[in-house]
């Protein structure tokens, strides 16, 4: 990897049509991104590929989508109600929130530059709460409904909605419990030999104090996890299983292996459900960060909604008596990290005739673009007529196909390096008497001639 910062991703990013921030035309709201047309493609190839290697390619995986609101119970069982937080403290003199122990300097307000005004830390808890029905929504005062409205003495006698506390609900701040809910389900739907996983992917939702560093830390994301339901016994061995899967997917992402690093996290710094967790880092263009986890939880959460529910949890060894809850291995994977990390490794600049030149090395599977086809000159219009023949059929087979007659063909080929484009495919006079067309390579840029019939 070349020395990438990260300011060289979010430029790339938004002027090329990955990641814009969120709600910009209206000034932005921070810790939310949206995905543009590469970035939506680029993100549903991580996926898709994620699916394929730990789902469509296993034989003891299952697969659900979960409900993103779901009962209160589910997070006070998780003790996510009660401990699911992050230290917050306040600067006295401009109000400023941070996260306390992300500070640079303790007693040095990063805003206004205040010193020793941060108030005591106090748990923050990052889920967003909201409410199931109208039953629930006492924010609205008498006061508040009448300001503003045309007709105010149409009000006059209503009353403000009284507070339940059984319609509190949360947008759920991991898509694991989603799939622990549903463990019951898929053991009386499919009656699986252990060990066996269950696999989601989704949008979770965190109150972040401080989103930060692009959408390495945002409010709003999508998680890829599984729950690997496994005996107790030999739990070793399948842990370690389970970091080799990590590694292939890594190589399969195409980050160098000198980027990754295990970190074997110690006892007092583990959640308290694990019993063992290595986190995966990266090398970042912040630093070394959290890639995604792996960790035993034990029997932690089924035996958590075994209590909490009543309902029984155990899992009956086929063809014996046999009953216990059983423990997981959980792989939990972040799509925005595994997105940044992936840009970040396969961004490259180099020199090209004189001229700078950017361009993303991405892996063939995961380019948004996979080819992009052009006729040498767009006012031929024979040229133009076969290109569109070429491109129409390239289209059908690949999918991932850009058109592209703008400009001369040096600025059509920097345009599609910028994106990490493979293969330009260029139709010209020779063609229409061989029918071979001119591929250039990304990465080398060198050309050759094939036949067009050969590509498709």
Known sequence: MQDVKLEHIVSLAKRRGFIYQGSDVYGGLSGTWDYGPLGVSLKRNIMNLWWTMFVDERDDMYGVDAAILMNQKV???????????????????????FRADKLEDPNKCPTCGSEGTFSKPRAFNMMFKTFVG???????????AMEGAPDTHKLEGMHALSYDPNAISYLRPETAQGIF?????????????????????GKAFRNEISPRDFVFRSREFEQMEIEYFINPEGWEVEFDAWVAACKQWFAALGLPEGSVHELEVPAEDRAHYSKRTIDFEFDYPIGREELMGLAYRTDFDLGNIQRVSGKNMEYTVKGTNEKFVPHVIEPSFGVERALMAVLCSAYREDEQNGEKRIYLALPEHLAPVKYCVSPLLKNKPELVAKAREVYAALKKRYGAVMWDDNGNIGKRYRRQDEIGTPHCVVIDFQTLEDGTVTVRDRDTTEQRRVNYENIV
């Open 134 to 144: 109208p039953s629930g929504q006492d924010e609205l005062t008498i006061g508040e």
């Open 181 to 201: 809910t549903n463990y019951r389900n898929v053991v009386d739907s499919f009656y699986p030999d252990l060990p066996f996983g269950i696999a989601q992917q």
């Open 75 to 97: 997070w006070q069982a998780s003790g996510h109600v009660d401990t699911f937080t992050d230290p917050l403290v306040e600067c006295s003199n401009c109000k400023g929130r």
